[in-house]
């Protein structure tokens, strides 16, 4: 079936660095990538998003790329600040148009040192 | 209250128990969604409603039984529920439109723990 595969599982870098996570998907039909950010005891929510027909969405420090031939997308966060570290998760509409299920990824730890 | 709001936040049940989760919506929304998020597992999606008619079950087990009296609340009725059911469960909402879907805004969850 549909799956989304997200890599790294755990990710530590210091703080000002970059952090990148990527995420694979299987469906050639998924046509919209939202990036989640969970924090411990809280629900996901939403940082960014970005729909087939664009390559790259920026907002600030966040920037989606999204590549539909190798069917990969990825987060890219710089200049990390500590209340940046959460678990990410990537995920992928796979059928486009009407549909509202999302596939999520298995979620990155992110740990910014300060 | 805004956004998506979930009662309670905890709950400890005995495998015999009946319980319910709660949720709600202050956001306008017309679908509502509820996840299992457990360890080390993707979010796995468990029931679509759209417009209050329910649109997806996931091959959910039969002791979990979702119902959305209107687009702005969501219950997931639980009933002999078994230890590997212990979780965060999530509920979610976002507007669809006929041919465009929108980014889905989650609840804080409930944490359940089947004793």
């Known amino acids: 079936g549909e799956n989304v595969e997200q890599h790294p599982s755990t990710l530590s870098v210091q703080e000002g660095d970059s952090a990148v996570i990527k995420c694979t998907y299987s469906?050639?039909?998924?046509?919209?990538f939202p990036w989640y950010k969970q924090e411990l005891g809280k629900g996901p929510q939403l940082i960014i998003d970005?729909?087939?027909?664009?390559g790259e969405k920026k907002d600030q420090r966040i920037a989606v790329t999204l590549n539909k031939t190798a069917k990969h997308f990825s987060l890219h966060i710089t200049e990390t600040q500590p209340e940046d570290s959460a678990v990410y998760f990537c995920?992928?509409?796979?059928?486009?148009?009407?549909?509202?299920?999302?596939?999520f990824g298995t979620g990155t730890l992110l740990a910014v040192q300060p | 209250e805004t956004g998506v709001t979930q009662t309670p936040r905890h709950l400890v049940m005995g495998m015999t128990n009946k319980k319910s989760l709660k949720c709600e919506q202050h956001l306008g929304h017309n679908a509502m969604y509820w996840y299992k998020q457990s360890a080390k597992k993707p979010l796995e999606l468990m029931f679509v409603?759209?417009?209050?008619?329910?649109?997806e079950n996931n091959s959910v087990p039969s002791r979990f039984s979702p119902e959305c009296p209107n687009s702005s609340h969501l219950f997931l009725h639980l009933h002999t529920l078994q230890p590997e059911d212990s979780a965060l469960y999530l509920c979610a909402s976002s507007q669809v439109l006929p041919t465009v879907s929108y980014e889905q805004y989650f609840g804080p969850g409930t944490r359940l723990t089947v004793t």
């Open positions: 995920a992928a509409s796979p059928w486009g148009g009407a549909t509202n299920k999302l596939i």
């Open positions: 469906d050639s039909a998924s046509n919209y």
């Open positions: 970005i729909r087939s027909n664009v």
């Open positions: 409603y759209n417009f209050k008619e329910q649109t």
